[in-house]
């Protein structure tokens, strides 16, 4: 009887630097985002390389005797793929290789090559294929021999694993092809948006791996793929939910991200577009995140930039459940012990004090979603009547889990 393979992870090393405009503290926050972003992809870091510089080496991203560092290191662990925090130009990408002798990938191409995983239907596959070409076209003279490319990995999915040699003609006219086809099914989304009627839209936006798709699930109870890497969902999702017999529709978008490559939110712009005609936005934040401020700002600097920043929002901290802090009693000498915040408590942070509706929930184990539910609910109705003043009166709020408890 044959033994079950494992599934077998590329060992990859991280590369970034901290400069002027990025100190080591958050340096050390994007590694740790690049590191989950290999993990996504399908590699395990053994090890992290950084370097301070005034700003990256125009040549090699990193300075001759750092580089050297990195190859013998590489060498001598058999490693196969080094990745870079930062994106890097097509000069700086040939010239590592060339000094390197490994597969050389940035984050934009690590990202790209997450969503060409996890790409399921035709548009999204149009989308990142495009996205992928874009950002291949100015790349075309990298040193690909010594990467055995048919053996494919990450980096390697999808355009990628034709010759490398295809002349710049095709690949424009490939472009061109897919814009097209993309202009075709923009199109078509357009008019399923249209038919939609004048049901409320309300899109769940968010960074990456915050919980939009498990409270989806929840609130839609409906089975939205959800899982724990970053980018599980891809597709928009639309579902039609009833709150309080308040019908409405959820839409369930694409996770951002810090850095996101301009090709993507090019390529995803009909995804996007869900986002700029929705009438109402939820926006998620995993509470358990260390650095979720920063997320969140990066999601409020992207929704700027497709224009739909104004829009009316609900701010929703999910994770209560799995966040916690070292609380100590006045006596220095007791240990300090983990512990997690009541609900009484979270309403009394800053958070609570935002200038949107605010709740703090935990999808996964549905704590505090009473009082969720009725603030969504009361936040459509507002744009319900706006739409429609003559029939508010039809729509009467009650939770329908407390119903059932009730009976």
């Given amino acids: 009887m044959l033994e079950k393979k494992e599934h077998s992870y590329e060992k990859a090393v991280l590369v970034g630097l901290i400069t002027k405009d990025q100190d080591e503290e958050k340096l050390q926050e994007y590694m740790d985002e690049l590191e989950f972003l290999a993990y996504t992809a399908g590699a395990t870091?053994?090890?992290?390389?950084?370097?301070k510089l005034s700003q990256p080496d125009s040549k090699t991203f990193v300075g001759s005797g750092k580089a050297l560092e990195i190859k013998d290191y590489v060498k001598e662990n058999e490693i196969g793929t080094i990745i870079f925090d930062d994106e890097l130009s097509p000069s700086q990408l040939k010239n590592l290789e060339r000094e390197l002798e490994v597969k050389i990938l940035d984050r934009t191409n690590l990202i790209l090559d997450i969503f060409a995983q996890r790409a399921q239907t035709s548009?999204?596959?149009?989308?990142?294929?495009?996205?992928?070409?874009?950002?291949?076209?100015?790349?075309?003279?990298?040193?690909?021999?010594?990467?055995?490319?048919?053996?494919?990995?990450?980096?390697?999915?999808?355009?990628?694993?034709?010759?490398?040699?295809?002349?710049?003609?095709?690949?424009?006219?490939?472009?061109?092809?897919?814009?097209?086809?993309?202009?075709?099914?923009?199109?078509?989304?357009?008019?399923?948006?249209?038919?939609?009627?004048?049901?409320?839209r309300v899109a769940l936006v968010g960074y990456t791996n915050v919980g939009k798709s498990t409270l989806m699930n929840a609130l839609s109870k409906s089975e939205v793929f959800?899982?724990?890497?970053?980018?599980?969902?891809?597709?928009?999702?639309?579902?039609?939910?009833?709150?309080?017999?308040?019908?409405f529709l959820l839409t369930d978008t694409v996770g951002f991200i810090r850095k996101l490559p301009t090709q993507l939110v090019e390529s995803f712009k009909s995804t996007l577009d869900e986002v700029r005609e929705a009438d109402l936005l939820i926006h998620v934040v995993d509470i358990s995140h260390e650095s979720f401020e920063d997320h969140i700002d990066s999601v409020n600097q992207i929704l700027q930039e497709i224009d739909a920043h104004k829009k009316p929002m609900?701010?929703?901290?999910?994770?209560?459940?799995?966040?916690?802090?070292?609380?100590?009693?006045?006596?220095?000498?007791?240990?300090?012990?983990?512990?997690?915040?009541?609900?009484?408590?979270?309403?009394?942070?800053?958070?609570?004090?935002?200038?949107?509706?605010?709740v703090f929930i935990s999808a996964l184990t549905k704590e505090n979603f009473p009082e969720m539910k009725r603030l969504i609910y009361d936040e459509v109705m507002k744009v319900h009547i706006s739409r429609f003043p003559y029939n508010d009166f039809l729509f009467e709020y009650f939770d329908e889990e407390e119903e059932e408890k009730d009976n």
């Fill in 45 to 51: 870091v053994e090890k992290r390389f950084t370097q």
């Fill in 226 to 247: 959800a899982e724990n890497k970053l980018f599980a969902t891809l597709d928009t999702t639309v579902r039609k939910v009833v709150i309080g017999n308040l019908p």
């Fill in 314 to 358: 609900i701010m929703v901290f999910n994770k209560i459940d799995d966040f916690s802090y070292e609380r100590k009693d006045d006596d220095d000498l007791t240990p300090s012990t983990k512990k997690n915040i009541s609900l009484e408590e979270w309403t009394k942070t800053w958070m609570a004090k935002s200038k949107f509706p605010t």
């Fill in 123 to 200: 548009y999204a596959r149009t989308q990142v294929e495009l996205a992928q070409y874009e950002y291949l076209l100015p790349r075309l003279t990298r040193m690909w021999t010594h990467l055995e490319r048919q053996r494919g990995g990450i980096g390697m999915r999808g355009p990628g694993e034709t010759e490398i040699e295809t002349d710049r003609r095709i690949i424009r006219d490939r472009i061109s092809l897919l814009k097209d086809k993309l202009k075709i099914i923009d199109k078509q989304m357009a008019t399923q948006r249209n038919n939609r009627g004048k049901m409320v």
